[in-house]
């Protein structure tokens, strides 16, 4: 009978054994799930980062757009507005000629 105690008792530690594996399985099991959770909040976070960046990107290029559009308009006013003081100095030396003969 000594030899059947021997046996429950591997078996008793064979059953141990097994729980414990069972355990850490599960408990490795949960780890892997949660960083796997983590993996894909990252990997969302990243892929959001990355819309927001292209939009920025294109809403910076409409700007510089506009704002190439901009120095254009100043340099088409810029020379309109020297044309006109160029007419007027050139008016302003007729008249002043004039007033020298008058003189």
């Known amino acids: 009978m000594a030899h059947t105690g021997d046996v429950n ?10 729980r414990a594996t ?6 490795s099991r949960d780890r892997m ?12 976070g990243a892929r959001d ?6 939009v920025v990107d294109g809403r910076l290029d409409e700007l510089e757009a506009k704002g190439d559009e901009l120095k254009d308009d100043v340099n088409i006013a810029i020379n309109k507005a020297m044309e006109e003081v160029d007419k007027k100095g050139d008016a302003f030396q007729v ?4 007033l020298r003969e008058e003189l």
Do not use: C, F, I
Request: negative net charge; proline residues 0%.
């Open 9 to 18: 008792v591997e078996v008793g530690e064979t059953q141990r054994e097994t």
């Open 22 to 27: 069972k355990v850490k399985r599960a408990s």
């Open 33 to 44: 799930s949660t960083l796997e959770d983590k993996v894909e909040r990252l990997e969302d």
């Open 49 to 54: 980062a990355v819309e927001k960046l292209d």
């Open 95 to 98: 008249a002043l000629a004039s």
